[in-house]
Structure formats: structure tokens, C-alpha cells
């Protein structure tokens, strides 16, 4: 059991390096990985599958007591991100295939791999944790809608199809997942540990396949994606926490809801691009870039903030009382 704890704290540690590690190899060698390309469904199903293994009723408890930071936070989330998107992609003058394809990276939910940099960040896990679970839940309806109406002017988008893809991608794994843990709770204890690593190994083969299937499309259009990709991704994590810090949210809140708006669950928004905009295989690229750099800007500014304490303003009793005991 040690030995498994190990391989998945080693995964979730260097998540990056190792998914950059993958798209080099897939670029450079991509027939041993381009098979990949007909089971990136599967992949992104597995990830889902562990985080259902991983839900508890404890995640969406916040969002009832104190519904107040999630709704705000989810609603940044979802309106930030698309929108911002949407922008740089007027910005930037775009092509079709690329502009609805970073559209699509922000209409999707939080990525999981969020929950640990906000850990790392000191920031609030629970608050992470139930972002992530409840932007997961409403992606069937608001990621269709809102790709609908952000990019149906570079290309048609059928809102009624993708909602059933993210049925069958995200919500039925989860809910499998949550089944086995109630059918089967000692037997799930047991991996559950291993789920990190699974899903580390499930996200690099999404970028593999995606890579290697585009080696040329990369090559020619590779710096607009990456400039692209990091302008949306840093746009997320400063707008982020403006908006929070504004609404005169706590600091662990602000970093919470940081690392929630601008990590994405790209890894969904690769799949749907290769079931729904098959024959424009650019429009994968963003989401497959996506992967790496999130997971890189994420942990390099959760390292940032791990190293600087946050300082809890005192409340009026609290400053009454240290006064008087100073009397």
C-alpha cells in the first residue's frame, strides 16, 4: 500500500512533467501513439469513474450551508471563462477551427486536478472541492449552451448532441463510481489511492493522442495555440481573484476560487472536440494544449502562495478582547 501511495503522490507532484514528457515523445514519435486517438471517451471516462470513487456527501454539504462562495464562485466560472475566450479569440483574429476550440476549453467544468493545487496553494479545499463537483454537474446543460452561443458563428454547433457526450462522458462514470463505493466500500478504500495515478496516466494519453494525430497541424499552427491556450489560462486565475477579492472574499477563498475558474477540465473539452468537430481535427488542439499548461501555471502559482501565510484579519471581539487583556 505504501509502495501504491508513493507512485500517486510521485504522479500528482509532477503531473506536468510527466504529461509534457508524453507530448514530446508523441510529437516525435507519433505511430506509437496515434492509436490512442479512438479511445480518448474511455480515457476521460476512467478519470470520471475515479472522481465518483472519490465524491462523498461531505462535498456538496457546502454547497447548502454555505451557498453563498460556491454560486460565486461557479458563477465566475462560467462566465469568465467563455467569455474571455471569446475575446482573445476576436483578439487574436483566430481561425474557425482554433477560436471555437479555446471557446470550448472555457465552457467546460473545473478539472480535478484543481482540488490539489488549492491544497497546495493553502487555499479552501472544501470550497474547491465542491466548485469542481457542482460546475461538473451543470456542464451537461451550460457547456452545450453557452459553445452554442460563443462559437455557432465560426461553426455549427449542436447544443442536444453534446449534451448527451457529456452525459455519457462525465455523468454516468461518476455515478458508477458513486455506486461501486456504496456496493463495495472497503474494496474502494483500498484503490481508491491508486485513483490519482490512474487518472495521471488517463490525461496523458488524451494529450498523446491528440498530439500525435496532429503532428503537422502543430507545427504550423503551434505558437498561436500555446499564446492562445496561456493567455486564457492566465486570464482565468487573475480575473479570478479580482472578482473575489472585490466581492471582499477571504484570501483562502480568493486563491480557491483562483484555481477553480482558470484550471479547466480540458481533458473533456479534447474529447468532445473529437466527437462533435471530428473532421477539424485543429479545433482538439487547444484542449490538448490546455492539459499541460494548466496543470504548469496552476502549480507554479500554488507554490507561490504555499510560501506565503495568510493573515487572518481579527474580528471587533477578537480586537476587544486582546486590548483588554493588554489593560
Not at 442536444?160 to 457529456?166: D, E, H, L, P, R
Not at 484570501?251 to 472536440?273: C, D, F, Y
Not at 492539459?291 to 500554488?302: F, K, Q, R, W
Not at 501565510?309 to 480586537?319: A, D
Request: with cysteine; aromatic share 8%.
Amino acid at each position: 500500500m505504501k509502495t501504491v501511495n508513493a507512485i500517486s503522490n510521485f504522479a500528482n507532484k509532477y503531473f506536468a512533467l510527466i504529461t509534457i514528457i508524453i507530448a514530446i515523445l508523441a510529437f516525435n514519435l507519433p505511430n506509437q501513439f496515434v492509436w490512442l486517438n479512438s479511445h480518448i471517451n474511455i480515457l476521460l471516462g476512467i478519470v470520471m469513474f475515479g472522481m465518483g470513487l472519490t465524491m462523498k456527501p461531505v462535498d456538496f454539504k457546502l454547497v447548502l450551508t454555505k451557498p453563498l462562495p460556491v454560486i460565486i464562485g461557479v458563477l465566475i466560472q462560467f462566465t469568465v471563462m467563455p467569455l474571455s475566450a471569446f475575446c482573445i479569440a476576436k483578439l487574436l483574429n483566430l481561425p474557425p477551427t482554433l477560436a471555437a476550440g479555446i471557446i470550448l476549453v472555457g465552457c467546460v467544468p473545473g478539472g480535478t486536478a484543481s482540488n490539489v493545487m488549492v491544497y497546495l496553494a493553502k487555499g479552501n479545499v472544501a470550497l474547491s472541492v465542491a466548485m469542481t463537483s457542482l460546475s461538473t454537474m451543470l456542464a451537461p446543460l451550460l457547456t452545450p449552451t453557452l459553445l452554442y452561443l460563443l462559437a455557432g458563428q465560426w461553426m455549427p454547433v449542436n447544443p442536444f448532441a453534446m449534451f448527451f457526450s457529456i452525459i455519457q462522458v462525465i455523468i454516468i462514470p461518476i455515478v458508477l463510481g458513486l455506486i461501486v463505493k456504496r456496493l463495495f466500500p472497503k474494496a474502494v478504500e483500498k484503490s481508491v489511492q491508486a485513483m490519482p495515478f490512474v487518472s495521471v496516466i488517463a490525461i496523458s494519453g488524451v494529450v498523446a493522442a491528440v498530439v500525435s494525430g496532429n503532428t503537422e497541424n502543430i507545427a504550423s499552427a503551434g505558437i498561436l495555440v500555446f499564446v492562445t491556450v496561456i493567455l486564457h489560462n492566465l486570464s482565468g486565475l487573475f480575473l479570478g481573484y479580482l472578482i473575489a477579492a472585490l466581492l471582499r472574499l477571504d484570501v483562502q477563498t480568493r486563491r480557491a476560487i483562483s484555481i477553480e475558474v482558470g484550471i479547466q477540465n480540458a481533458g473533456l473539452g479534447v474529447s468532445l472536440a473529437n466527437t462533435h468537430f471530428a473532421a477539424l481535427p485543429l479545433t482538439a488542439l487547444p484542449g490538448a494544449v490546455a492539459v499541460v499548461t494548466h496543470v504548469i501555471n496552476g502549480s507554479i502559482l500554488a507554490t507561490i502562495w504555499s510560501r506565503k501565510p495568510i493573515v487572518k484579519k481579527e474580528s471587533n471581539l477578537e480586537q476587544d478582547t486582546r486590548v483588554r487583556k493588554s489593560v
